[in-house]
């Protein structure tokens, strides 16, 4: 199972280099009708990746603290 996280932890950091990589803020600077995608649905596809890839580091780190235990 570890494997498998680590797989998708990579595939979602991958994923993650080539949109970061894209040139969305440029495309904004274009009229919209040679827009080839919304550049607002870039940025929420990265964030989308940015909380995959937290949830799966989470995971990976085991469970929570209990903020109340001493």
């Known amino acids: 199972m570890t494997g498998d996280r680590r797989e998708?932890?990579?595939?979602?950091q991958d994923e993650l280099k080539l949109v970061e990589g894209s040139h969305f803020a440029e495309e904004m600077l274009e009229p919209i009708a040679n827009w080839q995608f919304d550049p607002t649905d870039v940025q929420r596809y990265e964030v989308g990746l940015h909380?995959?890839?937290?949830?799966?580091?989470?995971r990976d780190a085991g469970?929570?603290?209990d903020p109340f235990a001493l």
């Open 8 to 12: 998708l932890e990579h595939s979602v």
């Open 51 to 58: 909380s995959l890839l937290d949830a799966v580091e989470t």
């Open 63 to 65: 469970p929570p603290r």
